[in-house]
């Protein structure tokens, strides 16, 4: 029963006006990022971070903390939503989870139903939030309270099951992946030591007692990388959009996807929460399922409502069954994530178990937001998804250079320094040349914002045993999420050398 | 894959482990009421980094043969332009203030990435740095540098 109260009492601080408009605010920037090619939810967030710090800077702490969680969770799961319609209307997905949705929807698109596959993606969409929600609402409570029980050396197990498991399955080469999680975890070594207060590698820069700024890195990595691929590769968007037509989608197309949204909708949840498969690894998953059991598969590719509305559902459900780990556990298994994670660390709320017992406001809040955000999403995109479809075409001319001012705008907001500007277009130039030579960005940052509870939980550790590392392998928990993290790096591994193909999260 | 650009990062990189490696046995090795210092994780990172740079360098041995894919023709100019108009404003935008690093740093930057209409840049550009200092620092009540410090 408790759960129930505390949904309650998650809801009394969702429908609060502010909140309100903070959801609506959301899920409208986050549709209009997801349909702007160039930018995808994880630039979206990071760039909305500073935003929303400034937006509530007024408020009370703790409820500060909620309002800004409840605008980045809904900038995330809108951008789910708003790739679609890009995918649908010009066949260029709007992010990585909404390339399968291309396959189906554009060829119905091209058979002048682009409004009803519009339609169905909204749907589908609502119904895989609500999926999530009640999944989280179920599981929230009782992962949290095992979570509890972990001491140091699982936290670190489990911590490094996360990373792991982000490296094994991002990117086209393992090693790269590796490579970017250990930079990342060095990069984070920057700064004064929590523990013993020794700076280090700081040189007596005073800009560097703080460490390197996630926030800062998050931004350059990815929004201002994407935006110089953009610039550099001349990528203007182009292709024709289609006609959106009549947008309700008929009797016979509700008949036929409900299936394929119910279904993709609970796999995608079930996939988001595994850490490193992301949204884009669902869509794929749910698509390849629905082709399998459908009674005429060969429809697929050429327009079947179900190409539309089991990925849709599962990118969707996948991005709320991502934030289980965040919520209970305190481990991002993807790059948004991973950003929203930094997010609450800002306003120094540490997710994780301790999440529902010391900021019930925040967790439940964020919880009951989500429902009404996907209900927001619903109301909204129906009708106006004529005027989302416009988005596309904002000229790239303007588009580009103000991405580029909001993120110094952005980042200036909150940490007032030169070099923060300097190493923000630094990390933009590093991330296009990185991201172009298949070296994955998303394990950089999430190792940059696990790192230091790595650190410490392995410190913490290692003090108890007295420096005996064994500690690791003697708790069974500890063992067990480190055999798992083993596998999942050595599986794929032989996987590739039998010459199977090996599925990889490009999105993370 | 590029063969030159992974070597490259795996040298780098090589070269960044071995760097914090050796910066980490100058930090003090034990922290008070702990066993285990500040030092070992970096450490312990660093000779990771270097591992792995080796794997990389090895791996590029084994990269498929570069295939004559059209490449793509890269927009350097472009690009070098909005670089350094973008390193321009960040490090005047605390001597000169936000309005105008802003405002010179979009019309320049309209302007690189498609020349003319030249008005309707100079109008957004002001939209965008006048309507985003009302509202930071006049609705939201943050700080923000607007004009320069000897205009003020």
Known sequence: ?508 | MSKTFSRIVSIALFVLGAAFLMESGRISESAYGSNVGPNLFPMGLGILLMLLCVRLFYETFRYPKEEGEPSVKLDYKRFLMILGAALLYAMLLQPLGYLITTFAFLTFSFQVMEKGKLWKSLAIAAAFAFGVYFLFVGVLEGSLPGLPVWFR
């Open chain 1, 1 to 508: 029963m408790d759960t129930i109260q505390f949904l309650m009492n998650g809801f009394a601080e969702a429908l609060q006006w502010h909140n309100l408009v903070f959801a609506f605010v959301g899920v409208l920037i986050g549709t209009a990022v997801g349909v702007l090619p160039g930018i995808g939810p994880m630039s979206g967030v990071a760039l909305l971070i500073p935003v929303t710090a400034s937006l509530t800077a007024g408020q009370e702490p703790e409820s500060a903390a909620a309002s800004a969680i409840i605008l980045l969770a809904g900038v995330y799961y809108g951008a789910m939503y708003g790739g679609s319609t890009t995918s649908i209307l010009l066949n260029t997905p709007g992010e990585s989870s909404s390339v399968v949705t291309a396959l189906d929807g554009y060829q119905l698109a091209r058979q002048g139903r682009a409004g009803s596959a519009l339609a169905i993606a909204a749907i589908g969409s609502f119904v895989a939030g609500i999926v999530a929600l009640v999944g989280l609402v179920a599981l929230a409570q009782p992962l949290s309270a095992v979570a509890l029980s972990f001491g140091p050396a699982e936290y670190f197990s489990l911590m490094l099951l996360g990373l792991c498991a982000v490296s094994g399955l991002a990117g086209k080469s393992m090693t790269k992946a590796l490579l970017m999680t250990v930079l990342g975890l060095l990069l984070a070594t920057i700064g004064i030591d929590s523990v013993s207060g020794v700076a280090r590698f700081t040189y007596g820069i005073p800009v560097l007692y703080s460490g390197l700024e996630f926030l800062t890195i998050a931004v350059g990595l990815f929004a201002l990388g994407e935006v110089f691929k953009t610039i550099l590769e001349r990528e203007n968007g182009g292709g024709t959009i289609a006609k959106v037509g009549r947008i309700l989608p008929t009797r016979q197309d509700l008949k036929d996807s409900g299936g394929p949204i119910l279904r993709g909708s609970i796999l995608g949840f079930f996939i988001g929460i595994l850490p490193g498969a992301g949204a884009t690894l669902a869509s794929f998953f749910s698509y390849i399922m629905e082709k399998k059991i459908s009674k005429h598969p060969k429809k697929f590719g050429h327009g079947a409502i179900e190409g539309v509305a089991a990925p849709e559902s599962a990118n969707n459900g996948a991005s709320g069954g991502a934030l289980i780990p965040l919520l209970t556990l305190g481990i991002p298994g993807s790059g948004t994530t991973a950003i929203l994670m930094g997010a609450l660390i800002m306003y120094n709320v540490q997710p994780g178990p301790l999440l529902f017992t010391d900021h019930p406001t925040i967790a439940w809040g964020l919880i009951a937001s989500m429902f009404i955000g996907n209900l927001m999403l619903l109301v909204l995109n129906m009708p106006l998804v004529k005027v989302f479809a416009k988005i596309i075409d904002t000229p790239a001319k303007y588009l580009l250079p103000i991405i580029i001012a909001i993120s110094i705008f952005g980042v200036y907001a909150v940490q007032y320094t030169t070099f923060d500007l300097l190493l923000l277009i630094g990390c933009g130039v590093v991330g296009y040349f990185l991201s172009k030579h298949d070296f994955p960005i998303a394990p950089l940052v999430l190792a940059i914002v696990l790192g230091p509870m790595i650190e410490t939980n392995m410190r913490r550790a290692l003090t108890i045993s007295n420096g005996d590392f064994m500690i690791f392998l003697q708790k069974p928990v500890s063992v067990l999420f480190l055999a798992i993290a083993m596998l999942w790096m050595v599986v794929p591994l032989l996987l590739k050398s039998r010459g199977k193909n090996v599925i990889v999260s490009e999105e993370a």
